[in-house]
Each structure stands twice: as structure tokens, then as C-alpha cells.
């Protein structure tokens, strides 16, 4: 008896997105799932070690800082309020990624200061298909935010892992030892410390205004 073969249809980008919208976390919700997972000692993801659990500690330490502390400044209010059209910002991350401790925050109060900007978070383990459709030099970095327009469900634009400020500060790094050092992940929070999320809010609020 001959075996006929069903290929298998390969799912696009936008039906991806839709499920990932469909089961994402709001802020809130992701806020409680880190806050818990660095209580029990564990972090999000399949791998579990010692260095994820206690990244995921540390950020959790620091989004609760950026949560009560990050400010904006009166020009950048104005422009997010004026936004008018609706988006959806499609968020994937994990608990234990040092990069997205100052960032999301800063989507979070964006979303806040305007009903039109809907956050939406995911997890990249459980939607690697979709990340595999927004790496960033062939790697799966995050965190990676996914703007989709809320009327056509168009994807509008992306950004991440980093800032653009940030994203020098790395390739520098790179070019002159080759690989990122345990003392310059160190050096790049306390970077991401004085910058106040200013430079994540401005690559943001540019997207915003494509």
C-alpha cells in the first residue's frame, strides 16, 4: 500500500501573531509571574539553573526600582498622547533576560499614558516559531517588540534587543574583545541604571510615530 505524504502547511507570520495575542500576559500579570517564580526560585523557560533563577531575581529587583522611579519628560507625554491609531505591542521575553529589566517597563507606562497602545507579553520558549521570524543577526535576543496595527493587523515595525544607544555600547564591545564579559553585562546595567530608560523611550516613541 503506497503512503501518500500531507505536507504540512507552514503557519504565517500573522496567524502566529494572532496566537501569541490570543495567549500573552498582560504586564500585570507578567510582573506577578516573575515576582513569583524569583520567590520560588526558579525562572521561566525549560532550562533551569542557578544563573537563570538568580537573573530572574535581579530583575525582578530592578523592574520593581523602574516601575516606581522611571519618569518622562513633558515632549515625550505629548507625542504618546497623540497617537491615535491603535497598535498592539507584541512582546517576547523570559524572566532571566538582563536587557529587558529596563525596557519593559518603559512599554508598560507608554501603554499606560495612551489607551490606543495595547502591551501584550509572551514568552520566547513557548513561541519560538514566531521568534524565529524576528531574529536580530540570526539570534533569538530579546526582548523583541512586534508593533501591529490594530486595524489591518499589519506588523507596523519591531524593536530590540537594546536601544540603539545600547546596541553601540555592545557591538563596541564586540569588535574589541569579541564576546561580551561578565564585567561589561555588569558595567551595561549600571549604564541602563543612569540612562533612566530615556534611550528605550526614545527608539519607542519613534516607532510609535512611523
Not at 507552514?10 to 496566537?19: F, H, M, P, S
Not at 561580551?180 to 526614545?202: H, I, P
Amino acid at each position: 500500500m503506497k503512503t501518500i505524504s500531507i505536507p504540512t502547511m507552514e503557519k504565517t507570520t500573522r496567524e502566529l501573531i494572532a496566537e501569541g495575542v490570543a495567549t500573552a500576559m498582560s504586564y500585570d500579570e507578567y510582573r506577578t509571574l516573575v515576582t513569583q517564580l524569583a520567590k520560588e526560585g526558579s525562572s521561566t523557560g525549560p532550562e533551569q539553573t542557578a544563573a537563570l533563577t538568580n537573573y530572574t531575581q535581579l530583575n525582578d529587583r530592578r523592574m520593581k526600582r523602574w516601575d516606581k522611579t522611571l519618569k518622562f519628560d513633558e515632549k515625550a507625554v505629548e507625542a504618546i498622547l497623540a497617537i491615535e491609531k491603535k497598535v498592539t505591542w507584541l512582546v517576547l521575553t523570559e524572566s532571566w533576560c538582563g536587557d529587558a529589566s529596563p525596557a519593559l517597563p518603559v512599554m508598560h507606562k507608554i501603554s499606560e499614558l495612551n489607551p490606543n497602545i495595547s502591551l501584550k507579553i509572551i514568552l520566547r520558549d513557548e513561541h519560538v516559531d514566531l521568534m524565529n521570524r524576528f531574529l536580530t543577526n540570526g539570534g533569538m535576543s530579546i526582548p523583541k517588540l512586534i508593533a501591529v496595527d490594530g486595524e489591518t493587523d499589519e506588523v507596523v515595525g519591531d524593536w530590540g534587543p537594546r536601544s540603539e544607544t545600547a546596541t553601540k555600547l555592545v557591538e563596541d564591545q564586540k569588535a574589541e574583545h569579541g564576546q561580551l564579559t561578565a564585567s561589561f553585562k555588569e558595567d551595561l546595567q549600571v549604564w541602563y541604571n543612569k540612562d533612566k530608560g530615556q534611550s528605550v523611550l526614545k527608539d519607542l516613541t519613534c516607532l510609535l510615530l512611523k
